[in-house]
């Protein structure tokens, strides 16, 4: 089945740096490649996502870029923000498989004031 | 984007009783529901995926039998543990989509804290 690899488990910033986190997937047939953001206590919120027919996409300041080849995709933040402060997960999902999302193991992320 | 609400949003029982978690599309129809399973600090863990009127699928080291998945309608699953032990004690999510469209998103529930004493 597939398997999502993420780093850095933690990431420290300071307020205004960019932060970039990575991924790396397993199953080629993966097509759908979304980022959630997990707040303490609350459910995941999709912030961005990707489609395998795409090699990058941005929405103000979040973009993601998407490497089929390599089975690679990253979340780029600029110009952080304390709010940013939360613990980022990417996943993966397969149309085959139904669409079930199997999650990377997140990275906790810091931005200090 | 589309809401999915979860209830009830923490729970707390016994050990040895059974607990329903229900999980609600409120402005869509979810053809298809995940439930995960999320220990502190670590990932989600997939548990089953169920299509309306469907049986459930396990994930592989998911009891079905104590993890009762139902899914009778396009808009409600339900996830009972029965028999529950302190080890269940966990945050439970659920997320929906609709398979019917042309969008791959699922939708996120605010998730359930049990915790079993």
């Known amino acids: 089945g597939e398997n999502v690899e993420q780093h850095p488990s933690t990431l420290s910033v300071q307020e205004g740096d960019s932060a970039v986190i990575k991924c790396t997937y397993s199953?080629?047939?993966?097509?759908?490649f979304p980022w959630y953001k997990q707040e303490l206590g609350k459910g995941p919120q999709l912030i961005i996502d990707i489609r395998s027919n795409v090699g990058e996409k941005k929405d103000q300041r979040i973009a993601v870029t998407l490497n089929k080849t390599a089975k690679h995709f990253s979340l780029h933040i600029t110009e952080t923000q304390p709010e940013d402060s939360a613990v980022y997960f990417c996943?993966?999902?397969?149309?085959?498989?139904?669409?079930?999302?199997?999650f990377g193991a997140g990275t906790r992320l810091f931005v200090k004031a | 984007g589309a809401v999915v609400s979860q209830h009830p949003s923490w729970v707390i029982c016994k050990s040895g009783t059974s607990v329903k978690i229900e999980c609600r599309s409120l402005d869509f129809q979810a053809t298809t529901m995940f439930w995960y399973r999320q220990f502190p600090k670590q990932s989600l863990m997939l548990m089953a995926t169920?299509?309306?009127?469907?049986?459930?699928?396990?994930e592989q080291g998911v009891e079905k039998d104590k993890f009762l998945i139902n899914h009778a309608s396009l808009t409600l699953s339900t996830l009972t543990v029965t028999s529950a032990h302190p080890e269940d004690s966990s945050f439970y999510i659920c997320s929906a989509r609709d398979n019917r469209g042309a969008g791959t998103e699922a939708f996120f529930g605010q998730g359930t804290r049990l915790t079993v004493v």
């Open positions: 996943a993966a999902s397969t149309e085959t498989g139904g669409f079930k999302t199997i």
């Open positions: 169920s299509n309306e009127g469907s049986k459930a699928t396990y």
């Open positions: 199953d080629s047939a993966s097509n759908y």
